[in-house]
């Protein structure tokens, strides 16, 4: 059994459930200084437009140097296919040895696109925690 305080678990609403026009949608910045992964939770309702999720990551929370996440089991994207009548639902991981720790990132963020020409109900949920391998020596 996980225990959240032991494996010190934060959840923040990366983006609160909305009916999003065509477009991109983006969560605020979140610091990974203290936490070994990220679990970005990506939902859409029933609807036919696809929506593309993609991880972002940067050297502080203004966004500074902000690139494409492009290690971690999925490269930092995923898309939910509409399909008219079923929600989607995904997760898109990545830990600290996923980021350019190298060169001082230490942030995320997630950006949901809607394509099509309507609206579609959106929303992300971020749970950042430890992993089971020793975190990555995180730049100060």
Request: charged share 15%; with cysteine.
């Amino acid at each position: 059994m996980r225990h959240i305080l032991e494996q010190n678990d934060k959840y923040s609403c990366a983006i609160a459930p909305q009916d999003a026009a065509a477009g991109a949608h983006v969560s605020s910045w979140y610091d990974m200084a203290a936490y070994g992964s990220a679990a970005f939770v990506v939902q859409a309702g029933a609807d036919t437009d696809d929506v593309v999720c993609q991880v972002y990551q940067a050297t502080n929370s203004s966004g500074t140097s902000a690139k494409t996440m492009t290690n971690g089991p999925q490269s930092g994207t995923v898309t939910l296919t509409g399909d008219g009548s079923t929600a989607q639902c995904d997760v898109i991981e990545c830990t600290d040895r996923d980021l350019d720790v190298a060169n001082l990132f230490t942030h995320v963020k997630i950006q949901m696109t809607v394509g099509g020409q309507g609206t579609c109900l959106i929303s992300s949920v971020l749970d950042r925690g430890n992993c089971r391998h020793a975190n990555t020596t995180m730049p100060t």
